[in-house]
């Protein structure tokens, strides 16, 4: 397992920023010559803690201006049920986000981004509702976003 030392640190703190800097860029940021850096970078790549790189898009100039939070009841709680349940909704391109939760009603919560009411509507009915094991819906909306983090704390 490779041990995170301070240098590593400052380098996934700097990509969490800007996964797009250049090597030399960051190796400037960090106080690395670019080879060192590019190395430390493909060891953490290796070692599992740099995932991927994505680009984060705003979603108000894509036209995307509703996010609703949903839970989830299931019917059965079984190995196969929820394996079912998982791989329907990781197909769908509306859910961000989906986790299976305890010390609620619900069984999984999920987030959800949509053009307007109808396309939610859609979904709800075209598509997560259809799904076998699902015995209850219940839809929050967002109203106003105060905090959207991707960066973790290092």
Known sequence: ????????????????????????????KIGLSPSPCSRRVKTLQDAGFILSTVAILDAK??????????????????????????????SYQEVMECYLITGQSADYVL?????????????????LTRIEGVTGVHSSFVMRKVLDRTALPI
């Not at 995170?4 to 090597?23: C, E």
């Open 111 to 127: 987030k959800v981004v949509v053009k307007d009411m109808s396309a939610f509507q859609q979904f709800l009915l075209g598509k």
């Open 1 to 28: 397992m490779h041990e995170l030392d301070r240098t590593d640190r400052r380098i996934l703190t700097q990509l969490q920023i800007d996964g797009a800097i250049s090597n030399l860029d960051l190796a400037e």
């Open 61 to 90: 100039k894509l036209a995307l201006d509703m996010v609703a939070m949903i839970s989830i009841s299931m019917d059965r709680h079984t190995p196969e049920r929820f394996e079912a349940f998982e791989a329907a909704v990781s």
